[in-house]
């Protein structure tokens, strides 16, 4: 999926990108996990700045169906998305 904005961001003040999980049902009708808690519903949250995107929540690959997964991997962005999860891990 690719977020587009209508118009340049100004990242003079942070803001916040969430993804409201109860409003995003992965391919079977489940509601997603998106604060990585375990419980569906949790939404996906991260912060834009001007240094980039901090990352305060997210669903982790053992939340992903076989479907995400092969789409990730077709679109070769699961490595990135690979990086992106151990960095938050590390934190």
């Known amino acids: 999926m690719t977020l587009l904005?209508?118009?340049?961001?100004?990242?003079?003040q942070p803001e916040e990108l969430r993804i409201t999980a109860s409003q995003l049902p992965d391919v079977y009708g489940?509601?997603?996990?998106g604060n990585d808690d375990g419980q569906p519903g949790g939404?996906?949250?991260?912060?834009?700045?001007?240094s980039g995107v901090k990352?305060?929540?997210f669903a982790t690959p053992s939340t992903l169906t076989a479907k995400a997964v092969d789409a990730l991997l077709s679109a070769g962005k699961l490595e990135e998305i690979s990086a992106l999860f151990h960095r938050h891990k590390a934190m």
Do not use: H, M, P, W
């Not at 904005?5 to 003079?12: G, I, R, T």
């Not at 489940?30 to 996990?33: A, P």
């Not at 939404?43 to 001007?50: G, M, Q």
């Open 30 to 33: 489940r509601t997603l996990d």
């Open 5 to 12: 904005a209508k118009s340049k961001l100004n990242l003079a």
């Open 43 to 50: 939404d996906f949250v991260a912060l834009l700045t001007k």
């Open 55 to 57: 990352i305060e929540s």
